[in-house]
């Protein structure tokens, strides 16, 4: 009989949790999942109401086919969750992607005929002026009115319930095998083991409660929290993005029900809005802003997670942003910056938003990458330690399939989608002097300038913390992005909070 392998992974969100169940289901693996909080941890970026699931990427053909492997899987998903916890965890309402002035973006072009070039043509429909778009959507009428007036329809797609997706796979691997360790200090990662004191190679992991666990590899699929928990060459970054929630009366949420309403995009590549129907739950809707986010510098040498990071203090920036979340700080908002960046786009877009009471703020941390491309590499310096995120706000539509292509690359093979080696695009050694892109060109001129359409630069409070360089991932950074919590960063008053959900009933 082989011998089996034994495999730490930290991290049981979308990265970690599809990485356990691809494991588990090659049979020789022994898997045994630690995460700092009980699965699906509330502050992950895989926590959360609602997610795209779109397999529009531009001219990236491989994020596109991983894409549109993840559909049927997703489809599978929904039978399991169905079944154990009486709801779905995919929502396949299509996905309306906007352009402007009778105008698409060079995004919408390219992922259009990447689409109809793999054959895949039928499942979009143009809506080639506002009147083709009002008939199907009244609801965009001040968009359109707007300029908001051309977009294509991708009916393949639509958003997750990225928390009941989450619980889903964790139900999986739980019957697949995998051994979960959760909650603090058991679950939390707070040392890496080395097999001497040069550090050349990983043997396991230390817990916050003084345990030692044994691996022959350990993959971290920490999220944002990775730039924090190891040396990742300042090729990843945490960095905090916005999300608001408002809650329509029973009347309003109806108008944006799933089965009317589809996720949409604003003229993305330059706004970076999107938004989704009312949810089953309480009939509250989710928009957010696909940007280049906030920091949370947090000196090396005091970090939260244990020794290692005197390490990484010694070899790094003295400044690593760390994830500021509701766990310990709950009365957390969003910058107010970005919440009025947000009611002036609604403004234009979709006033009926701005009507109703706001009932949630959330900052949620992307771990971006320099490049946008996930970081799914073994540590040049530390054998048998791999990284397992650099997510870029766009990994959560590959939870049922991720997985399996990020356990080729731990058993040394090279996935390829699309005539593309993962391999190769997830490598340590990239090329960071390419501007970041997320799954989404917008990001890049988020990156290079203001990156806005000249309507919004406009509308907004102040353009300055759009200005971020292409090289903020890089040292310096820290000057780059706003902080969270300051000057631009300054949060909106709990009590607006407050005074919302009260307005709302909640
Ligand atoms: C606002 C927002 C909107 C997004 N929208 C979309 C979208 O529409 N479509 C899409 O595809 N993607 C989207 N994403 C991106 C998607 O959420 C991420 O790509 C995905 O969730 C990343 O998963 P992850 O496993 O890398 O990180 P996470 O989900 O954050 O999981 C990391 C886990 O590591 C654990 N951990 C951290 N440190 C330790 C430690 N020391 N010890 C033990 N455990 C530890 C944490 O508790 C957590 O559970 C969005 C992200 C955000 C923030």
Redesign the pocket.
């Known amino acids: 009989m082989p011998a089996r392998t034994r495999i730490i992974i ?8 599809s990485t356990a169940y691809a494991f588990a289901k090659r049979g020789t693996y022994d898997v045994i999942l ?4 009980n ?3 509330p ?6 109401i ?5 397999f529009d990427y531009g001219s990236e053909t491989h994020h596109m086919v991983l894409g549109l492997e993840a559909l049927p899987l997703w489809r599978e998903l929904n039978k399991v969750s169905q079944r154990e916890f009486g709801q779905l965890c995919f929502h396949e309402t299509g996905v309306l992607f906007f352009g402007r002035n009778g105008q698409f973006n060079p995004f919408e072009i390219d992922t259009m005929k990447a689409i109809r070039d793999f054959g895949y043509g039928d499942c979009i429909e143009v809506m080639e002026n506002g009147e083709a778009i009002l008939k199907r959507y009244p609801q965009f009428r001040t968009a359109v009115s707007n300029g908001y007036d051309i977009a294509y329809y991708n009916k393949l797609g639509g ?1 997750c319930d ?1 928390s009941m997706g ?1 619980r889903t796979m964790h139900y999986l691997c739980k019957k697949a095998g995998v051994q979960f360790i959760t909650g603090d200090p058991d ?4 040392e890496l083991i080395f097999s001497d004191s040069s550090n050349s190679k990983v043997i396991g992991i230390k817990t916050r409660n003084g345990k030692v666990h044994y691996a022959d590899k350990v993959i971290l ?5 990775t730039p924090s ?1 190891v040396d990742t060459d300042d090729l990843l970054v945490a960095t905090g ?3 608001i929630h408002v809650m329509p009366t029973p009347d309003q949420a109806e108008v944006f029900k799933g089965d009317k309403f589809p996720v949409w995009a604003g003229d993305w590549t330059k706004s970076g809005f ?1 938004g989704f129907p009312s949810i089953a739950l309480d009939g509250r809707i989710k928009i ?1 802003r ?1 940007s280049s986010g906030y920091l949370n510098p947090v000196e090396a040498n005091k970090l939260p ?1 244990g020794q290692y990071q005197a390490q990484i203090a010694r070899s790094v920036q003295s400044q690593i942003s760390v994830p500021r979340t509701k766990v310990t700080n709950p009365n957390d908002t969003i910058p107010a910056e970005a919440l009025a960046h947000a009611q002036n786009f609604m403004r234009e877009f979709m006033p009926q938003l701005n009507e109703m009471p706001l009932v949630e703020m ?1 900052v ?4 971006d990458s320099v490049n946008g491309n996930f970081l799914i590499s073994e540590h040049p310096r530390h054998q048998d330690l791999y990284v ?2 650099g ?8 939870l049922p399939v991720v997985g399996e292509p990020i356990a080729d690359v731990v058993e040394g093979k090279d996935p390829v989608r699309a005539g593309v080696s993962l391999k190769a695009l997830w490598a340590w050694n990239r090329d960071t002097s390419v501007g970041g892109n997320g ?1 989404m060109e917008g990001r890049k001129e988020d990156f290079t300038g203001d990156g806005k359409a000249p309507e919004l630069k406009q509308m907004e409070v102040s353009s300055s913390s759009q200005k971020h360089k292409g090289d903020v991932l890089r040292a310096g950074w820290t000057e780059e992005r706003p902080v969270l919590g300051q000057g631009l960063g300054k949060m909106v008053p709990h009590e607006v909070l407050i005074e919302g959900r009260a307005k709302a009933k909640l």
């Open positions: 930290v991290g049981g969100g979308c990265f970690g949790i630690f995460d700092r909080q699965i699906p941890a502050d992950a970026a895989s926590t959360d609602t997610k795209v699931v779109r958003w990225s989450v679950g939390t990662l707070s699929a920490t999220g944002a929290w928990v993005q916005t999300v999107y957010a696909h997670i959330r949620c941390w992307y771990c397992a995120s997510d870029s706000g766009h990994g959560m539509k590959f799954g």
